[in-house]
């Protein structure tokens, strides 16, 4: 049955230190779902996609990223592997610019974490990384293996 309300989902996920947003949830079959506006489907609502879609229109709605810059579970190949990014951020020209990885709050970010990242991308090859979890974000610019904690979020005109 599909929630007449926006913004139930706030009822049932945790608060994360973004600001707070609407979304369109729904249940099937005992199961919570969101609309995912970028990838036009539901998919199983989870911490990490909690985080995920609340970082997301963060870019989108306060950082003014468009949302057609934007890929969502992009894949790619790590050693013969198939892995899947939990989102890319590209210029207007197609240009990988940044990559971004989401846990659900419950998950520490971690050197682990970022060792998963920095493998990432090594084939990805972006200059900027973003790891939260919706309680802690980190953003880090990529040079080489220069690594650079940022302070904040670069503008999208300056990717």
């Avoid at 949830?25 to 909690?50: C, H, M, Y």
């Avoid at 934007?70 to 050693?79: A, L, N, R």
């Avoid at 990885?101 to 050197?111: G, T, Y």
């Avoid at 040079?143 to 503008?155: F, T």
Wanted: cysteine-free; aromatic content about 12%; glycine content about 6%.
């Amino acid at each position: 049955m599909q929630s007449a309300l926006w913004g139930v989902t706030a009822l049932l996920m945790q608060k994360l230190h973004l600001p707070p947003y609407h979304f369109r949830t729904q249940e099937r079959q005992g199961k919570q779902l969101i609309f995912d506006a970028l990838r036009k489907r539901w998919v199983s609502l989870t911490p990490e996609e909690w985080v995920r879609q609340n970082f997301i229109q963060f870019l989108i709605q306060e950082e003014g990223f468009p949302s057609s810059s934007i890929g969502i579970e992009v894949g790619f190949k790590v050693q013969g592997r198939m892995l899947r990014a939990d989102g890319i951020v590209y210029d207007p020209y197609g240009e990988v610019k940044m990559l971004l990885e989401f846990k659900a709050p419950q998950v520490a970010i971690s050197e682990q974490v970022f060792a998963q990242v920095a493998d990432y991308n090594t084939q990805i090859g972006a200059p900027y990384v973003v790891v939260s979890n919706g309680l802690q974000h980190f953003i880090a610019q990529v040079d080489g293996a220069r690594i650079q904690l940022l302070n904040s979020l670069p503008a999208y005109s300056e990717l």
